[in-house]
Structures are given as C-alpha cells and as structure tokens.
C-alpha cells in the first residue's frame, strides 16, 4: 500500500458524460500527478498540482480538467466523455522539495469504462 | 521533450533464467532514472531508482540496474526470476532540474513460466 487512495475504483458510463475521479495523497505529500494508463498510448502524464497549484501539464485534453484543493486531495474531471477515454487513470504523489521530490508514488488507480 | 524506449515488448522466461530488459532514454543531461513494476490488478510500485553516485543500483526482490550514460541506457537485469516476477516492468525518466514531469516508456510484459 503506497498511502495514495483513489475512488472510486471501477466506473462505467455513457459516451456524452461527465465524471469525477478523486485522489488523496501520502501524508505531507504536496504534489498530485494524473497519469492515463491505455492499451495503446501506455502511461501518459496528464497533469501535475503542487500545493493547490497547476505545476506541469502533459496529453491533457481539453474536456479534461484537475484540481488540487486545500487540504491537498484532487480531483480529475473528465466530460464529454468518448469510448476512447476508457482507460486505467493513475493518481501520483511525491514529497516535497529536495532529490526525494522526483521519487512518485501510485494509487490502485479507477478504472473508468466508457460504452 | 525527452522519450523512453522499452525495447521488449513482451518477454517470455522460465524459471531461474535470467532477465535483461531494456531501457534507453532520448537525450541527456542530468536525469533520474526509475523502474516500476505493475503486477496484475494492481497499482506501480517502485522498484529501484538512481539520482546520482554509483551507477549500479539495486532494488528490490533482488533487481538491479545499471545506468551507462553513454548509452543513455537503464536497463533492469535479475539472474534468477521466478514465477512471481510475472508482471508489467516500465522504465521512467525524469530531467532533474525545472519542472519537468516523469516521462515513461510504454512498458515490457514480463511472463514467467514454470
């Protein structure tokens, strides 16, 4: 167990749907990282928060949103959704400044299912 | 912007034989360097990472890496796998300094027969 908790864990929807996925990192971890793991693009970094601030963006789509509120868990919106979105989505943390900063650690992830 | 190449896509082993997998990364610079491995239905964990010194790393459950920087090479070795290795290995690459995000390689499915 990493620490990192996601939910939900399975979600499955409708083409045309907005959902919300949650993640609450490690404790005293300030960074969020949003990966998207498919078949065929592999794991894709979406977006990074750090405390509460957009840090780094990735393939993050425009239907896609985040954001990291304060007491430091966030959010990965996703609308409009397309059969293509069907993917495993990661949630990562880190620890704060230093070498340790570059060192992520996973949640189980949601496995969102579009049909 | 920096890439990850797994080379293996998916690599076939029996028991006890030993494992090599590739990882080569697009440009240099100061990076740091990590393995994770998925087993299946659940999430990556860490298994070895190397920021700086010597350039043989080892994990856990008895990997190790070697960085060549020449090579801009990574690459995952075990001598011995076993049955419980079975899982997905990805190789990631950071570019220390700035804000730059974890890049990954698209992975190397790992079976161990009996």
């Known amino acids: 167990d990493s620490g990192v908790t996601q939910t939900p864990k399975h979600l499955i929807t409708a083409t045309g749907q907005r959902v919300t996925l949650r993640c609450s990192p490690r404790?005293?971890?300030?960074?969020v990282y949003w990966y998207q793991q498919s078949l065929d693009q592999g794991l894709q970094f979406l977006i990074q928060?750090?405390?509460?601030?957009?840090?780094a963006k990735g393939n993050i789509l425009e239907r896609f949103s985040a954001q990291q509120f304060p007491d430091l868990h966030s959010e990965l919106n996703l609308s409009s959704l397309e059969l293509g979105d069907s993917a495993l989505y990661f949630c990562?943390?880190?620890?704060?400044?230093?070498?340790?900063?570059?060192?992520?650690?996973f949640g189980p992830g949601t496995r969102l299912t579009v049909l | 912007a920096q890439s990850v190449s797994q080379h293996n896509h998916h690599v076939i082993l029996s028991e006890a034989a030993s494992l090599e997998l590739g990882c080569n990364y697009s440009?240099?610079?100061?990076?740091?360097l990590f393995w994770y491995v998925q087993y299946p239905g659940q999430h990556l964990q860490l298994l070895l990472k190397?920021?700086?010194?010597?350039?043989l790393v080892k994990g856990i459950k008895g990997f190790e890496a070697e960085f060549i920087k020449s090579k801009f090479s990574f690459n995952l070795r075990k001598p011995s796998v076993q049955w419980s290795d079975t899982a997905e290995y990805f190789c990631?690459?950071?570019?220390?300094?700035?804000?730059?995000?974890?890049?990954f390689g698209k992975g190397t499915r790992l079976s161990v027969i009996a």
């Open positions: 990562a943390s880190s620890p704060p400044g230093g070498q340790t900063y570059n060192e992520q650690f």
């Open positions: 404790s005293g971890d300030l960074s």
């Open positions: 928060y750090y405390n509460g601030e957009e840090r």
């Open positions: 440009y240099g610079g100061t990076v740091n």
């Open positions: 190397y920021f700086s010194g010597d350039p």
């Open positions: 990631a690459v950071r570019d220390r300094g700035g804000n730059t995000p974890l890049v």
